[in-house]
């Protein structure tokens, strides 16, 4: 079914990035408009559409829970958190008008008549109100600039930011699409999943399957970092073997010592099983992975691991907002015996130490910082096992011995 007739849609991997940038001219040139109606629950739902966020939660039920509910406020979540993520950036720059459409969409679904658009990113703030501005809609839409932190992006602290308190996650017993922004239910959306919402709208959901796998159909945005040649953002479809994502980028998969997917709460893929691995669910489950919010990041075969896994596992820990316990106590210990793995001390102890931590603060936390931070620290010592025994002997496989 295609809903904007007469223009083609754009059929390759190319879908968001097929925009033709900024401006609304251009845009509404290369997609058409928005149809008056359509049911976005029902056209989401056949899609199969998944949130880009990082947890792949369909975005049907949230809708439809929001909707259910009446007078709801919609949020784009654009804060990108994540240190080596730059897709949300890279969209708003390349098809801002794709994620209003979707605001706009996602809007008149649940009844609302005030949305926002969150980045941590100043210097796209300008940018982003000036983009909105192009649009004469009812929907009231405001660009808000939340601090740059890890936990900026969870929605409960997006919406505490919103609400004019700091922006740190609380207490998950009242969910946000049931009390969120100025206590309206409230729709919180990745703002790549509201510009394949604006697409699906338009060509259907027959269209929106045509690339993808069955359990994940569409395209995804990936970030691609670390040891490669050519860094950058790239659209592929779910099911994307890993090696063709890293040659997007220039790298040969015998060049990578292991890569991290799913980013800073994800975990590690070893460098021998890439070139066996797709971005799916069922393909990165073997390794404890998930696409999540589509970052890819490559360890060169020069680079410690562990020191390299260590320094990640310190920055979250010290990204957390200090309320619950397995963040005050739980996350330092863990990153703390992690780094004296990296330095070598020769004290097996660390080692139990490293997995009673992460055992302890799983399933603690108001939200699901200290869980993520667990999985990454399990895979760490489950990819770089041979590498912990080397550093308890006092070396290191790929720093010279001291
Ligand atoms: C610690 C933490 C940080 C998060 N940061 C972001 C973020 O920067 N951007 C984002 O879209 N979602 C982030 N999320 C997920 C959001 O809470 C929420 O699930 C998401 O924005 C929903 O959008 P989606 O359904 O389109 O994926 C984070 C979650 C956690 C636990
Ligand atoms: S679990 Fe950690 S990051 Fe999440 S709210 Fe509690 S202290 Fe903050």
Redo the contacts with the bound molecule.
Sequence with gaps: MTIAPGLAAPTDTRRLFAAPGPGLRDHLDTFGPLASYVDLPDLVERAGLV?????G?P?AR?LRGVAAKGHGVVVG?A????PVSDK?RTLLLAAPQLVIDGLVLTARAVGARRAYLTTARPEIVEHLREQVGLRAESLRIEVVQVEDR??????SALVNALNGRPGL?SDRSVRVYERGVHRRPTL???VE?LAHVALLARFGPHWFRSVGTDDEPGTFLSTVSGAVPAPGVFEVPFGTSLGSLLAAAGCSPHDAQAVLVGGYHGAWVPGRAVAGTRMSKSSLVTHGASVG?GVVAVLGRDRCGLVESAAVATYLAEQVAGQCGPCVNGLPRMADALTRLARRERDPRLVDDVHRMRQLVVGRGA???PD?TARFVASTMRVFADEVAVHLGGGCGVHAAR
């Design positions: 949130g880009r966020g990082g947890a939660f975005s949230k979540n804060s990108e958190g994540e949300d890890f936990v900026s992006g969870e929605e996650p919180v959306h990745n999943t919010a939200c699901a910082h993520g």
